[in-house]
Structure formats: C-alpha cells, structure tokens
C-alpha cells in the first residue's frame, strides 16, 4: 500500500485545505506528506510574458528571484502548518508515523 500523500504548492493557491486533508489521510494510514512546490521555469515564463512587461523593466533575473522568493515563502507557510498542526518535522522517512516533508 502507498501511503505517501503528494501535495503540489504553488504562489497562487493557497495550500492549508490541501496539508489538511492529507493530514487526515495520513494519520488514518500513518502515512507522510511530500509537499512539492511548483517552481515556474524562467525561460518558460519569460517566453510568455508580453511586450509592455519588458518595456516596464523585467528581465529574467528578475523573474527568477521572484519565483525563488515565492517558493521560501511557500516554504514558510509549509512550517507554520506543520507546527500549527503539531506534526514533527520529518527527517526520513519511517513507516508507522505520520511526518510530512519538503
């Protein structure tokens, strides 16, 4: 039985309603969480972007410590769960306890 529980984050969503209910699975199976945040490529991003946003001064640097800055505050919010939840932090994976990871 898989008992790992997958839970992608990005910037835009908010997450709570997702950790919550994988926490509910995983404590009924003793499983854990993996929480993946979704980092935009920036060469993607970039090739998407219109003219007027260039012209305002972005550049894929720019777009780049932007995405990183998401993803520490993703991150952020991820441990304020976790120990709003009381769910100790992982630090490997063992069978018959519920523990979520970044």
Do not use: C
Not at 12 to 24: C, H, K, R
Not at 43 to 53: G, Q
């Amino acid at each position: 039985m898989i008992r790992t529980t997958l839970v992608p984050l990005t910037a835009e969503l908010s997450s709570e309603a997702l950790l919550d209910a994988a926490l509910l699975g995983a404590k009924r199976l003793n499983g854990h969480i993996r929480a993946l945040f979704i980092l935009p490529n920036p060469d993607t991003a970039f090739a998407y972007l219109p003219e007027v946003i260039f012209a305002a001064g972005v550049t894929r640097e720019v777009i780049e410590r932007e995405t990183q800055e998401a993803a520490a505050a993703a991150k952020e919010r991820f441990v304020d769960w976790r120990k709003r939840n009381n769910v100790p932090e992982a630090a490997g994976v063992r069978l018959g306890i519920t523990s979520p990871v970044w």
